[in-house]
């Protein structure tokens, strides 16, 4: 079975980009090691050696931690700390996920779908009329876009690019993997996922980053800085937006795929601020299952 890390990236010509190479040559040694895993083996597996090895010595955990010492200073010290640690343990159990090209898709082809979102995209799909499918960093943002792959969608997805250049390049490949096409952001990826609109497809966009010069809007009760790029293209090519999510369940194996009600079209900003409102809400029902390590509310470097 193929993992999509066998293709081999220039050598480094720098410190930093030797630091690159060896980060990514960690990695995959240990994305191959357990990959020759079970399937059940291999995601428990990967969430235990984020959760207690790889993501403190990261620093992910103490970013997670300071993320919600900043956002929740509601909750007690202890329950911080299992959140933060709870969510380490999804996001190695996300990652190896998505490097099960093969176990992975099977396994979300039996996933049911559910949500009003679902008619909605059905509905459109019939009429070839274009679909933004938005989410977040939460349980697993692959998870219902191979569950729509499975029942014959040709779902798009519009990546951002990774610093490290070694990672990102077989990444992209998992998640060319599911089933449809993927592009960058920016000029590189702009003509091809305006086709992929224009012919009346599906494209997947995850929102939840900080993005510098995006306006300040209310993401669980702070200002963060949000990309309105989804509201725009459904304006731009008279798109459905649609809120959906793979919520990870207390096995931690399976999922909940729900797709919400489509965002009514409005101003950009009106738009976004219904996705954050969606997305903090399901954080607020689980923590656990978000990415509290991303730097979502900085206003310092990128």
């Known amino acids: 079975m193929s993992d999509g890390t066998t293709s081999r990236p ?3 010509r720098d410190l930093r980009g030797f630091g690159h190479y060896l980060t990514n040559a960690v990695i995959v040694l240990i994305i191959r090691a357990a990959l020759a895993l079970p399937y059940g083996m291999r995601v428990c597996g990967l969430g235990w050696l984020v959760e ?9 955990r103490r970013r997670a931690l300071d993320n919600l010492a900043a956002i929740r200073p509601d909750l007690s010290p202890e329950r911080r700390r299992t959140i933060a640690d709870r969510c380490l343990n999804n996001l190695g159990r996300t990652l190896i996920e998505n490097y099960s090209a093969q176990d992975f898709p099977r396994r979300m082809a039996e996933t049911p779908l559910r949500g009003p979102g679902l ?6 799909a019939a009429k070839d009329q274009p679909v933004i499918l938005v989410t977040g960093h939460y349980g697993n943002y692959e998870a219902a876009r191979a569950a729509l792959v499975a029942r014959g969608y040709r779902i798009g997805g519009l990546y951002r690019d990774m610093k490290n250049p070694y990672f990102n390049a077989h990444y992209v490949r998992t998640m060319e993997a599911f089933g449809g096409p993927v592009f960058p952001q920016g000029r590189r990826g702009t003509a091809g996922f305006v086709r992929h609109l224009r012919d009346g497809g599906q494209l997947v966009l995850l929102f939840d980053q900080h993005v510098f010069g995006a306006p300040p809007l209310d993401f669980l009760g702070t200002p963060a800085q949000t990309a309105l790029s989804a509201a725009e293209l459904a304006l731009r090519y008279d798109a459905l937006l649609v809120p959906f999510y793979g919520i990870r369940q207390p096995d931690g194996l399976t999922f909940d795929a729900v ?3 489509p965002v009514p079209h409005g101003s950009p900003m009106e738009m ?3 996705l954050n409102d969606s997305l903090g809400a399901r954080v607020e029902a689980d923590p ?4 509290w390590v991303h730097r979502r509310w900085r206003a310092g470097e990128g």
Do not use: S
């Open 10 to 12: 220039p050598a480094p």
């Open 52 to 60: 207690h090895v790889i993501g403190p010595m990261a620093g992910y």
């Open 119 to 124: 008619q909605a995209l059905e509905e459109a």
């Open 259 to 261: 797709l919400e009600a």
């Open 272 to 274: 976004t601020q219904a």
């Open 288 to 291: 656990e299952q978000w990415f």
